[in-house]
């Protein structure tokens, strides 16, 4: 019997190693399956990483807003002033936060309380103690001799009570809304950077009403 020797072994045959294609196509489809799952696992931590800001900043941005929403509620026009992403108004709530008056209802108007933006975007709280507390509402100019602008200038206090520790307050307004009436806008607006290129922002807005508690 004859041996082909250019058949060859058949067991030889079916036992043979990856030839070089089939090496490179193997290595393809796998360097396209980390490819994916890099960018399945990458969009993922970019939503995680979003939600995490907007949490984080809608839950600080809704305690200081609860805080100026109950604190004007309780105050007077005449004491309101607004500055450069801050704000100032009357408050006859003493060192113990209870609220004090006379013995004809009426407010005695204790401090002026200020709510800023310092440089570094973060939102603070101030409250200056009246020299002569008193039911007659005054306005921030009278009690300090400056404007609140000034004042924060030239009085500047990084002990300052901190109302925000994430991300940054790009914006702090109070508008009165309409000609007549105590009906104001407040706004807040916040950023944080949720990566090299792009910036996470989150906006509230209320409505506050700002009466007069002096009126009879």
Not at 40 to 61: A, D, F, Q
Not at 130 to 137: A, F, K, N, Q
Not at 146 to 161: I, S, V, W
Not at 174 to 194: F, I, K, M, P, W
Request: a neutral charge.
């Amino acid at each position: 019997m004859r041996w082909n020797r250019q058949q060859g072994c058949p067991s030889a045959r079916r036992h043979r190693g990856l030839s070089q294609i089939e090496v490179i196509v193997a290595g393809s489809v796998l360097l396209l399956l980390m490819a994916i799952l890099t960018m399945v696992y990458v969009r993922g931590s970019h939503v995680w990483r979003k939600v995490e800001i907007n949490t984080s900043l809608l839950r600080e941005l809704q305690v200081a807003m609860r805080t100026l929403e109950r604190d004007l509620a309780t105050s007077n026009p005449i004491g309101l002033t607004r500055g450069t992403n801050s704000v100032a108004y009357l408050s006859c709530k003493d060192l113990h936060d209870t609220i004090r008056v006379n013995d004809r209802g009426k407010p005695i108007w204790q401090k002026f309380v200020i709510l800023y933006v310092d440089e570094a975007g973060l939102l603070r709280k101030r409250e200056i103690l009246r020299s002569l507390p008193g039911p007659e509402p005054v306005a921030f100019e009278q009690e300090t001799g400056e404007t609140l602008d000034e004042y924060l200038t030239n009085y500047p206090q990084p002990q300052d009570q901190r109302l925000t520790h994430s991300g940054a307050i790009t914006e702090l307004s109070l508008t009165r809304t309409g000609d007549y009436g105590s009906l104001y806008e407040l706004l807040l607006q916040a950023e944080d950077h949720l990566d090299s290129d792009r910036v996470e922002t989150l906006e509230l807005k209320t409505m506050v009403s700002v009466r007069n508690r002096n009126a009879p």
